[in-house]
């Protein structure tokens, strides 16, 4: 069944893309890596990826290669830098883009590479964090070609449970913009909320129990609050500055619609002043010292 698979080849090995990758494997997908840190892959190749040492080089046996980069600036390094994607694509190839980008660059890169190499662009950003990304449950938004859509789908149905088709390219990284700005805004609600019920004199551990199935109940309030009552912020599963970066794309990509965020805005800004205090590479939950006393920030 494995020889009838794409053969596929991935950048990025982190926190998102190694599970992805330990899927992609166990999916019997033939498999091609490649990060910028080597020694990322080695895990990947004892289970039976190949491993290259540039980008361009993923395209030699790829027929779709999966970025999983930090941000707008690495996704175009890796692509039209120097050794970078554009350096080995070929008519026919897809790219399947699953980081969080700025929608306008998406586009312009997507026809940058289709005039140049003829090479297709799907971006696909996800939603889930590491938890959906080990388990296969993460939600998938993209945006592309209709036909490039149905070429994918079963490949990202190995990393999401839901792979829901947005529109062109860009319309995916769009989609990711407004999970962002939802989920940004309620960690940091939710870090108001158990300070609140702390300095009340309420057992702030047992909020997320109390508001489970209202209509205040989300994931990130099931996920965080626990972990902010307990002050308990290792393992780091996500960082602040993801959240950071995606608000900021969001603020940025309201304004060239002349669209107005403003609570995304100020949720930008207090996420910055965390950020500014040596929380950048921190999770989320450590949000909850936005709010508390100096007693309770060890």
């Not at 091609?32 to 080695?42: E, G, L, Q």
């Not at 026919?92 to 929608?103: N, V």
């Not at 449970?161 to 700005?181: D, E, L």
């Not at 989300?218 to 912020?233: D, G, K, T, V, Y």
Request: charged share 15%; proline share 5%.
């Amino acid at each position: 069944m494995s020889a009838a698979l794409p053969s596929l080849a991935f950048a990025g090995i982190g926190l998102m893309g190694l599970p992805m990758c330990r899927r992609l494997l166990a999916a019997g997908y033939p498999l091609t890596v490649w990060n910028r840190s080597p020694d990322k892959c080695a895990e990947l190749v004892a289970a039976g990826a190949r491993q290259v040492h540039s980008p361009a080089e993923l395209c030699q046996a790829a027929d779709v290669v999966l970025l999983c980069l930090a941000d707008t600036a690495v996704v175009r390094d890796v692509v039209f830098g120097p050794q970078g994607v554009v350096e080995g694509a070929r008519a026919g190839q897809l790219l399947i883009d699953l980081s969080s980008l700025e929608p306008t660059a998406t586009r312009e890169m997507a026809a940058q590479l289709a005039t140049q190499k003829g090479m297709h662009w799907l971006d696909a950003p996800v939603s889930g964090g590491t938890p959906g990304a080990e388990a296969g449950t993460l939600a998938i938004m993209v945006g592309g070609e209709a036909a490039d859509v149905a070429r994918a789908r079963p490949i990202l149905l190995a990393l999401g449970q839901r792979v829901t088709h947005m529109g062109g390219v860009g319309a995916g990284q769009v989609t990711k913009a407004c999970n962002q700005m939802i989920v940004a805004c309620n960690a940091l609600v939710i870090a108001e909320v158990v300070a609140l019920a702390e300095q009340a004199g309420v057992d702030a551990s047992l909020i997320a129990e109390a508001l489970a199935g209202g209509f205040a109940d989300s994931r990130p309030l099931q996920i965080l609050a626990p972990q902010m009552a307990e002050s308990r912020f290792e393992p780091v599963k996500w960082h602040v500055r993801t959240l950071l970066k995606d608000l900021d794309t969001a603020v940025k990509f309201s304004r060239e619609q002349g669209s107005a965020t403003p609570i995304s805005g100020l949720a930008a800004q207090l996420m910055r002043l965390h950020g500014s205090q040596g929380f950048l590479q921190k999770d989320p939950a450590t949000l909850i010292h936005l709010y508390r006393g100096q007693d309770k920030t060890e």
